[in-house]
């Protein structure tokens, strides 16, 4: 479980690096950039990853790895959109309602069998999502949320499948991944070049290394999570994303002062209460 509270606690991160970043500056593709630059540096010092190109030409890099390496500069250039039209709780419900694509893939791809304890505990996860998301809000546009949702939801699936992979360590698949998202965000960064130019600020620099470092934790510490939940993928699945909801729902509310309603009140009791019992149903089905 140590795992999956650090991976909690860097995902809630970084979407609260966004809210403060996008009063300090603009959240553009250099600053991604600078994001995965990072990461992939952590990535190389740390783990010291087996260099083979012949990785490139395998079908579970095909497969797996390139669909991220498109998938998440892209998602991250939608938070902060999402967070700026939505708010940082909307955000971030989006994000963890998205969990109904990756349960769903428990049963059909990874055959996990759920115990009714952790039914229970689903259901009532998702009916705090709805409860939570329903916030009083005069802002109508749902089409970044509806991005987000898939994105995430997707990214899930295929972090997983890494995580279970066994022709390349992790580690490497990780560190190639990095290095490929660097690589898409500097080809996107020379087709605006006239506009990054603009948009510049050395403080970027700054706020991409602390954007950089809380993604290659947040993501290092999801797939150990998912290592350590081999046969329970929904473990992690809804632990990460229920537990997000109630430290992001919080954050929210103390720091950002976000609005909260009775119903989004109570939806937060009932994500305590469904991290609780897979907490549970873990101890004793294990």
Same mark, same amino acid.
């Given at each position: 479980?140590?795992?999956?509270?650090? @991976?909690?606690?860097? @995902?809630?991160?970084?979407?609260?690096?966004?809210?403060?970043?996008? &009063?300090?500056? &603009?959240?553009?593709?250099?600053?991604?950039?600078?994001?995965?630059?990072?990461?992939?540096?952590?990535?190389?010092?740390?783990?010291?990853?087996?260099?083979?190109?012949?990785?490139? &030409?395998?079908?579970?890099?095909?497969? *797996?790895?390139?669909?991220?390496?498109?998938?998440?500069? &892209?998602?991250?250039?939608?938070?902060?959109?999402?967070?700026?039209?939505?708010?940082?709780?909307?955000?971030?419900?989006?994000?963890?309602?998205?969990?109904?694509?990756?349960?769903?893939?428990?049963?059909?791809?990874?055959?996990?069998?759920?115990?009714?304890?952790?039914? +229970?505990?689903?259901?009532?996860?998702?009916?705090?999502?709805?409860?939570?998301?329903? =916030?009083?809000?005069?802002?109508?546009? @749902?089409?970044?949320?509806?991005?987000?949702?898939?994105?995430?939801?997707?990214?899930?699936?295929?972090?997983? =499948?890494?995580?279970?992979?066994?022709?390349?360590?992790?580690?490497?698949?990780? #560190?190639?991944?990095?290095?490929?998202?660097?690589?898409?965000?500097?080809?996107?960064?020379?087709?605006?070049?006239?506009? +990054?130019?603009?948009?510049?600020?050395?403080?970027?620099?700054?706020?991409? #290394?602390?954007?950089?470092?809380?993604?290659?934790?947040?993501?290092?510490?999801?797939?150990?999570?998912?290592?350590?939940?081999?046969?329970?993928?929904?473990?992690?699945?809804?632990? *990460?994303?229920?537990?997000?909801?109630?430290?992001?729902?919080?954050?929210?509310?103390?720091?950002?002062?976000?609005?909260?309603? =009775?119903?989004?009140?109570?939806?937060?009791?009932?994500?305590?209460?469904?991290? @609780?019992?897979?907490?549970?149903?873990?101890?004793?089905?294990?």
């Amino acid at each position: 479980m140590l795992f999956l509270l650090l @991976s909690i606690i860097c @995902s809630v991160s970084v979407g609260v690096l966004f809210k403060l970043i996008k &009063t300090k500056t &603009t959240i553009n593709i250099f600053l991604i950039t600078i994001n995965y630059l990072v990461a992939f540096v952590l990535a190389y010092l740390l783990f010291n990853p087996e260099i083979d190109f012949n990785i490139f &030409t395998h079908s579970g890099f095909l497969f *797996m790895a390139l669909p991220l390496i498109l998938l998440m500069p &892209t998602v991250f250039l939608l938070v902060p959109k999402s967070i700026e039209n939505s708010g940082i709780i909307k955000t971030d419900i989006a994000q963890r309602l998205s969990l109904i694509i990756p349960i769903l893939c428990s049963f059909w791809l990874f055959g996990e069998i759920v115990p009714i304890l952790k039914i +229970i505990a689903l259901a009532i996860g998702f009916g705090s999502i709805f409860l939570i998301l329903n =916030k009083p809000d005069q802002n109508k546009n @749902s089409l970044y949320l509806l991005l987000v949702f898939l994105g995430y939801g997707i990214a899930d699936v295929l972090y997983k =499948k890494i995580a279970l992979f066994n022709d390349y360590p992790y580690t490497t698949m990780l #560190f190639y991944i990095f290095g490929g998202c660097l690589l898409f965000s500097i080809l996107l960064i020379m087709s605006k070049i006239n506009s +990054i130019k603009k948009e510049y600020q050395h403080k970027t620099w700054l706020y991409g #290394f602390l954007l950089g470092s809380l993604n290659f934790c947040n993501i290092f510490f999801y797939l150990k999570a998912h290592q350590s939940f081999r046969e329970t993928p929904t473990t992690v699945f809804a632990g *990460m994303n229920f537990g997000v909801i109630v430290l992001g729902t919080l954050i929210g509310y103390f720091f950002f002062h976000e609005k909260l309603s =009775k119903k989004n009140v109570f939806g937060l009791i009932m994500a305590i209460l469904a991290v @609780s019992l897979i907490v549970i149903s873990d101890i004793y089905y294990g």
